[in-house]
T-cell receptor, first 112, second 111 residues
Framework: GENVEQHPSTLSVQEGDSAVIKCTYS??????FPWYKQELGKRPQLIID?????GEKKDQRIAVTLNKTAKHFSLHITETQPEDSAVYFC???????????FGRGTSLIVHP | DVKVTQSSRYLVKRTGEKVFLECVQD?????MFWYRQDPGLGLRLIYF???????EKGDIPEGYSVSREKKERFSLILESASTNQTSMYLC??????????FGPGTRLTVT
């Protein structure tokens, strides 16, 4: 089955800095890569996703890049703000089922 | 607006008790999922269901069972609760292909 590795497990940045979270996956058939944000005490929510026919996707301060050859994808957050502090999960899923396998999460702390 | 609700936010049960966690979604989604979330281990899939009365084991099904009698409702059952099942349980639903919508979670403590 699919295996997703996520790094780092904890990321501490100053407000205004950029943050990058990286994930690798094992199944070359994976074709859908969502990112979820979970604020403290709240449920995970989708913030951005990318499909395998696209190399990059941007939404305001958030971008995701995908390298299918190397089987890795990354989340980039620019101009970080304290409200970006949360746990971020990457996921990968393959085939027609879109049942995702999640990474272990990255705790992002943005210091004011 | 998608809504996924879970029957309890907090639950305390004794070892050996039978525990029912219920999840309801109001968006006619085909897929429903049960995850457990533990610090440092991320979201681990217990069971999922892609249709009424259909279920598939996830990565950690041991000690759990599920029931989906209606499309909108997916129940997780701990037949005999044990202390190592103390955890946060998250339910989610999705269309056949796409974004998952999570419930608020149930923090279960087994003493």
């Amino acid at each position: 089955g699919e295996n997703v590795e996520q790094h780092p497990s904890t990321l501490s940045v100053q407000e205004g800095d950029s943050a990058v979270i990286k994930c690798t996956y094992s199944d070359s058939a994976s074709n859908y890569f969502p990112w979820y944000k979970q604020e403290l005490g709240k449920r995970p929510q989708l913030i951005i996703d990318i499909r395998s026919n696209v190399g990059e996707k941007k939404d305001q301060r958030i971008a995701v890049t995908l390298n299918k050859t190397a089987k890795h994808f990354s989340l980039h957050i620019t101009e970080t703000q304290p409200e970006d502090s949360a746990v971020y999960f990457c996921a990968a899923s393959s085939g027609g089922s879109y049942i995702p396998t999640f990474g272990r999460g990255t705790s992002l702390i943005v210091h004011p | 607006d998608v809504k996924v609700t879970q029957s309890s936010r907090y639950l305390v049960k004794r070892t050996g008790e039978k525990v029912f966690l219920e999840c309801v979604q109001d968006m006619d989604h085909e897929n429903m999922f049960w995850y457990r979330q533990d610090p440092g281990l991320g979201l681990r899939l217990i069971y999922f269901s892609y249709d009424v009365k259909m279920k598939e084991k996830g990565d950690i099904p041991e000690g759990y069972s599920v029931s989906r009698e209606k499309k909108e409702r997916f129940s997780l059952i701990l037949e005999s609760a044990s202390t190592n099942q103390t955890s946060m349980y998250l339910c989610a639903s999705s269309l056949l292909r796409g974004e998952q919508y999570f419930g608020p979670g149930t923090r279960l403590t087994v003493t």
